[in-house]
């Protein structure tokens, strides 16, 4: 299938994260129920009837794709199709080159995902410091 369009994309991505939520729940011997509780776990409110239609193809949320993964115990990478290994992150035949450009677009991803940067990123303020040091250890 070739794809011509980002609606052909969405589509297929769609598809293929269906597919896979069922075939890693099978392949680990989970029951919806099970899955449902592990997402209760990382504070995920769900149904057996929302999973379901999830592998069915239908209600899918990607703001809950990361918790998806940790309750199959997969990456967010191979739910989307993008590996063949569900536990790697980085996506099949996508190696970057080294070089400036790499480097430079690596430091920015590191910045990012600092904790001062998620400060500011998600509106978050520092909880101020309200103890002092600790006995002994000044």
């Known amino acids: 299938m070739t ?18 939520l069922r075939e890693r729940r099978r392949t680990l011997g989970l029951t919806q ?3 449902i509780s592990r997402l209760a776990r990382l504070g995920v409110l769900s149904t057996n009837k ?7 193809g239908s209600g899918l949320d990607v703001a809950k794709l ?3 993964a940790v309750a199959l ?4 990478t191979w739910l989307l199709g993008l590996t063949d290994d569900p536990h790697s992150w980085e996506p099949a035949g996508r190696r970057p080159t080294a070089g400036p450009r790499t480097r430079a677009v690596d430091a920015e991803v590191v910045a990012l995902a600092t904790p001062s940067a998620l400060v500011g990123t998600l509106g978050v303020r520092p909880l ?9 250890s000044e």
Do not use: F, M, Y
Request: proline letters at 9%; aromatic letters at 0%.
């Open 3 to 20: 794809l011509t369009s980002p609606s052909d994309l969405g589509a297929t991505r769609h598809l293929v994260v269906s597919q896979r």
């Open 33 to 35: 129920k099970q899955v």
């Open 50 to 56: 929302a999973l379901s239609s999830l592998e069915h």
């Open 66 to 68: 990361p918790e998806l």
């Open 73 to 76: 115990d997969c990456s967010v």
């Open 128 to 136: 101020p410091r309200v103890l002092g040091p600790l006995s002994g």
